[in-house]
DNA sequence: CTGTTAGCGCTTTCAG
DNA sequence: CTGAAAGCGCTAACAG
């Protein structure tokens, strides 16, 4: 039915292998050769058989990019800069799977061996991971598997996973002698600096002179959440000690979206009315404390300080500009593609780290004389 | 290297037919048997090689997925939709794959070429089409080998291609007789009723004593560009004819983002410092808009009402909430799904508008008294 | 530089 | 219900 190597082979009055030879541009071909080639090339219109050569190859051009929801900024631009880096004027040409797992990690799961089974050059996970250790296990042991298979691994915005106890070795200096490297082959990694960034947000209300701050963080069992949670009472603990007593009951959990801001912000509220300053998981869970805090009457910053992560492209523009954390996604997916594609070498020891950045605006101020409202 | 079908038929006594028959389940296996092989895939660990069965199956499932850039949550937001109707838990199983034209022609082109040779099982097509006749010729062309080769054709937020004149024959009417419909076999579309939202949104803004609209408009080769003007046009010529000798001067081009919201909104001022009103190409455009007028002392609404266009998530939480249309984008994006997947029928004529719905809110007033500022 | 020859791993008639 | 055999279309040694 469809025109194939051979059809053009015969037209070209050549054989198979030299049309092979050709296309893909590896190999030595006359120039008068490949012209004629060429020429039967476009009279038939031929289009090359992917599947077929990824069977004869043994390599296929898709790269998967593992994200929670494709529709989240976050995500989109991370996947969209892991994409800048292939396109087909890149060197590469290669095509990207996106795969939206909606946070489960039995879809994350499903996933990789749907890309595994299409035998992808590369796959990137992207976002925070979920820290339950039976996932974790199963996620090492499936990332294992599509690396033995020629598959490479780039993590993105998520850290390295925790080192496989192995058979029961315990702590640093077990490993065999003589191994110069454990990590040699583990998956390349782009991580954020999450944990400092966190810190140095949480570090500027406490010196505008808040001492009432809610947390409307993002699932418990969620890296990203962990780490940004770590930051936050890292920074308590250094400039107001005090209040470490009181971060449980001024945390709350919620999913990464607005309606968990907006809930979050008036169950905050609701415990503790005096609140001069909110956290939030990320930029879109600030716009929904905005929205409740406004809906309560409450107004930003001269009533409540607002603070958000990541810095997305919307925040700049919120009214007031939102206090934020800017995370450099395009430049960390940018970095996560060409690991991917192996046009970049493999950081030390395996693991990049991002900066984040404290980009403080118009959201957040010094709280009202008296503290409370 | 890998495990293969043989092995695991070896291993389960088995031939290598009944195997391929457990796995794809479309052939009746002996229940022993079954369990049989599926404990060999278990204890082999064997995943399918997906190029393989590509290959001898003549199909892939492969899903491409056209858009200008996945960052936008505009196109991010109709991909995720398109996704959620072929997950690894809906009928088919079926990988998306991503590919970001932004916006160039000859992107869209090769990614189309390198989708066939994929022999993706369909392609979805989002968002604006550029009206070059040249690109739109080449693009009928394409999709129409695509559609030859067994891949499905949606676009999705785009209007149906132009009936090719074929042979130069002018007019309706002269389609072969017996043909019972032309358009029986073009691309499935799910078109935006782009004029009709502009239309609304322009007679919301007159209604409200607008008389002097500035127009921040997006590229000027693209349908959804030219749609939108008409029905803009449209709105002056029903409620307010005298000014459509003004809407050259008052309508700048640029492209779909916030500084050409920025840009155009200054340029617009320096036209025309008495404006009352800005309508923006898209919401991310109205941001830029707002920002310069802000810039600018202005107030919104007090001094300058400003209108987005799709109604993106942040636009509900601007401040002032953003007046927009609202385009139930992942509905659509959903049923462009459900068409690529021939899980839903062709809609009559093969085109399905969708509706779009006017969001009237705080970013739009009254202009002040006197109408200038 | 070019042709020949084997497969790559799976699906699918066609016989049992 | 199961097996045998014949490719799907391309690539990659290996000879010329």
Redesign the pocket.
């Known amino acids: ?2 025109v ?3 059809d053009v082979a015969a037209r070209a ?6 049309v ?2 050709v ?2 541009g590896n ?4 120039g ?3 012209s004629r080639v060429l020429r039967a090339v476009e009279e038939l219109e031929y289009v ?2 992917g599947p ?2 990824a ?4 390599t296929s051009d898709l790269v998967g990019v593992l994200v929670n929801d494709i529709a989240d900024p976050f995500f989109g631009i991370m996947a969209s800069a892991v994409q800048s880096e292939m396109g087909p004027e890149k060197a590469g040409g290669k095509l990207a799977v996106v795969c939206n797992t909606g946070g489960s990690p039995q879809r994350e799961l499903t996933y990789l061996t749907l890309l595994q089974r299409q035998r992808a050059a590369a796959v990137v996970l992207t976002g925070s991971a979920v820290e339950d250790p039976e996932h974790t296990a199963a996620l090492a042991t499936r990332l294992r598997r599509l690396a033995a298979a020629g598959t490479r691994v780039v993590l993105c915005g998520r850290p390295p996973l925790p080192e496989a106890d192995g058979e029961g070795a315990d702590g640093p200096g077990t490993a065999a002698p003589g191994a110069p490297d454990s990590t040699a082959d583990a998956p390349l990694t782009v991580a954020f600096d999450n944990r400092g960034g966190a810190r140095r947000l949480t570090g500027h209300l406490l010196s505008l002179g808040h001492r009432r701050v809610g947390y409307v963080a993002g699932p418990a069992e969620r890296t990203t959440t962990r780490h940004r949670l770590e930051g936050h009472r890292s920074a308590l603990a250094d400039h107001a000690p005090e209040l470490l007593a009181d971060v449980e009951r001024l945390t709350v959990h919620g999913a990464y979206d607005r309606s968990s801001g907006y809930d979050g912000a008036l169950e905050l509220l609701r415990r503790e009315p005096g609140l001069t300053a909110v956290l939030a998981a990320n930029d879109t869970v600030a716009l929904g404390v905005c929205a409740a805090l406004r809906d309560r009457g409450l107004r930003i910053p001269e009533d409540v300080s607002v603070a958000g992560f990541d810095d997305l492209p919307f925040s700049a523009d919120a009214a007031p500009a939102l206090t934020t954390v800017r995370i450099p996604l395009h430049e960390a997916g940018a970095r996560a593609g060409r690991l991917a594609l192996g046009r970049e070498s493999a950081p030390p020891g395996c693991v990049a780290t991002v900066r984040t950045e404290l980009m403080a605006r118009a959201s957040t101020a010094p709280p009202r004389a008296g503290g409370a409202n």
Chains 1, 2 share one sequence.
């Not at 009055?13 to 030299?18: D, E, I, L, N």
């Not at 069977?55 to 043994?58: H, K, R, T």
Request: net charge positive; hydrophobic share 55%.
């Open positions: 039915m469809a194939t190597l051979a009055g050549v054989s198979a292998a030299t092979s030879r296309l893909s190999y030595p071909v006359a008068a050769t490949r090359v058989n077929a050569s069977l004869a190859a043994a």
